[in-house]
């Protein structure tokens, strides 16, 4: 297994860490934004590290540069589910229309998820 993979699960297992501690969400957001930058420096077309920093990009308030980081991953193409439902999030999140984002879904119900991404936050009840 090369370090990418390993940086990979390191963060994904962060992720989990961060939702299962609150407290301490914004350190947690920290060091994966940190490590996914990292990577992207290494390997500027590691999808899955484009789709989890969309992610992350996305649990920070920070949608727009989300949306940017994840059209990356769709213009590399990536057939990963987590990245079409990121998306989707994200759209909810900046208040754009239905059309615009059932695509995204529908899509995503093509593909697997990668083990090496996860989907951003996503609170139901604030939409």
Known sequence: M???????ENIKKLQAKRLENEDYWDEINE???TE?????TIEPQNTSALINLGAVLSDSGENENALAVL?????LGSED???????AIV?????????EY???L??????????????????????
């Open 36 to 40: 996914l930058k990292d990577i992207l």
């Open 2 to 8: 090369n370090t990418i993979t390993k940086r990979l």
């Open 81 to 87: 589910k987590n990245l079409y439902i990121n998306l």
């Open 71 to 75: 059209k990356m991953a769709v213009d």
């Open 91 to 99: 759209m909810i999140d900046l208040g754009m229309h239905a059309e």
């Open 102 to 104: 059932h695509e995204y």
């Open 31 to 33: 060091l994966m934004l």
């Open 106 to 127: 529908e899509i995503s119900e093509n593909f697997s998820e990668d083990p090496l991404t996860f989907k951003a936050y996503f609170d139901p009840q604030s939409h």
